[in-house]
């Protein structure tokens, strides 16, 4: 790809999918990125490509730091370096903490927190001694990281880890032009949230309704632009009032 180059972890629906079009539809070349649905991503890519952008798909494990930093190695050698890296993979594995095993801990650890450090890690080595002013690490967490909810112990630990893990990094990568900032969403009307009541819980919503990915995607591309070259260590809400 000729552009200048996105990696979109956990691109093939949802969140990702929509936050992985908007950025091809701003002019970057889109590494769509999947684990285990790979029909979906060729979707996202297919998508983009039909709208004259630029996509490759890429597969890996974002919990397992040696695929992480292989693909990255392999992204960068074969497509360019990484510019905009957007920290979105994510898996749920609800239960109440006295009857949560330890496997299901360990998933969404190892996916919703271990992932964003594996992916911020690789790409930073990848780019060390290159000029960085001007890159962008953006990370989706969840409202659940400040709230908390029944259920989603792990959920909420990981998703909080995120938003430390950005303010820390932001810290760090300051003097060198790199901007670290997290997207907070509150309900969206994904697949991820098909198996909750929205009609309930929107009653809950100041605005009365669940967002939508691309509301989302439009807050992340932003962030991805020059126009935000001076916002670093921001957690910045879409959640439709749910908490303010």
Known sequence: MD????????ASRGIGKAVALQLARDGFGVVVHYHTRKEEAEGTRDLIIAENGQAVLR?????KSGEVEAAVKEITRTEGHIQVLVNNAATIRDHLLMRMTHDAWRAVIDTDLNGVYYCTKAVLVANAGRRRVGRRIINITSVVGETGNIGQANYAAAKAGVIG???A??????T???TVNAVSPGYIDTDATKHLSLQDLEKTIPMKRAGRPEE???VVAF???AEAGYITGQIIRVNGGLLM
């Open 176 to 178: 060198a032009g790199v």
């Open 216 to 218: 989302v995607a439009h």
């Open 223 to 225: 962030l991805a632009s």
């Open 169 to 174: 990094v932001a810290r760090e990568l300051a």
């Open 3 to 10: 552009k200048p180059i996105a990696l979109v972890t956990g």
């Open 165 to 167: 893990f950005t303010k």
């Open 59 to 63: 597969t890996f494990d974002v919990g």
